[in-house]
């Protein structure tokens, strides 16, 4: 069974810009999460998709966005970059929510110069 | 505001001694713990999980506890060897999933 795939894997963009990241989970997960990893800060919740129904969001701006596809493959946008927007960009897929393990995608390093 | 924590940034141990993790959390209503195994360029890999109601859950040469008392989880490595070597990241479950900020583990040959 393929694992979550994510796309693209690194980029680089200027402050200002918008940016598109993109997650495709295991098949037949239904449940996708996002986090941002800095170093220090450890993995910060982003937002939670389930049946393209966003269930739950982290402490984040509204320049934070996603969605969710009905092949459950998911999108998350940054609008109007920020260098400290700079980060390794994870997903992760599950059967279900609560309790269930996660399975992490090899993440999108961003860079914002 | 951090509700899972871990105190320690980094850790060396010898290759065939013990490793443990610490990790401390706030949250009482979390009902699930797991520990995550991460190495460079790559996402972290799940590892072992214990529910609430339970105290320890043993998988090979990984032993995780949990004291709810103390708010506190352990993971414990019996051998260390030296592919154990990554950054270890507890996460706790409640109305989503909580991460510390990791623990980088090195396993001296």
């Known amino acids: 069974k393929a694992g979550v795939t994510q796309t693209p894997r690194y980029l680089i963009k200027t402050r200002g810009q918008q940016v598109t990241l993109s997650c495709s989970p295991i098949?037949?997960?239904?449940?996708v999460s996002w986090y941002q990893q800095t170093p220090g800060q450890g993995l910060q919740f982003l937002f939670e998709y389930f049946s393209e129904t966003q269930r739950n969001k982290g402490n984040f701006p509204g320049r934070f966005s996603g969605r969710q596809f009905s092949n459950s493959r998911s999108e998350m946008n940054v609008s109007t970059l920020e260098l400290g927007d700079s980060a390794l960009y994870l997903c992760?897929?599950?059967?279900?929510?609560?309790?269930?393990?996660?399975?992490f995608g090899p993440g999108t390093r961003l860079t914002v110069l | 505001d951090q509700q899972v924590k871990q105190n320690s940034p980094s850790l060396s141990v010898q290759e065939g001694r013990i490793s443990i993790l610490n990790c401390d959390y706030t949250n009482s209503m979390f009902d699930y713990f797991l520990w995550y195994k991460k190495y460079p360029a790559e996402g972290p890999t799940f590892l072992i999980s214990i529910s609430s109601i339970k105290d320890k859950n043993e998988d090979g040469r990984f032993t995780v506890f949990l004291n709810k008392s103390a708010k506190h989880l352990s993971l414990h490595i019996v051998p260390s060897q030296p592919g154990d070597s990554a950054v270890y990241f507890c996460?706790?479950?409640?109305?989503?999933?909580?991460f510390g900020t990791g623990t980088s583990l090195t396993v001296i040959p």
């Open positions: 996460a706790a479950s409640g109305n989503q999933f909580y």
């Open positions: 098949s037949g997960h239904r449940s």
């Open positions: 992760a897929s599950s059967l279900r929510r609560e309790g269930n393990e996660q399975f």
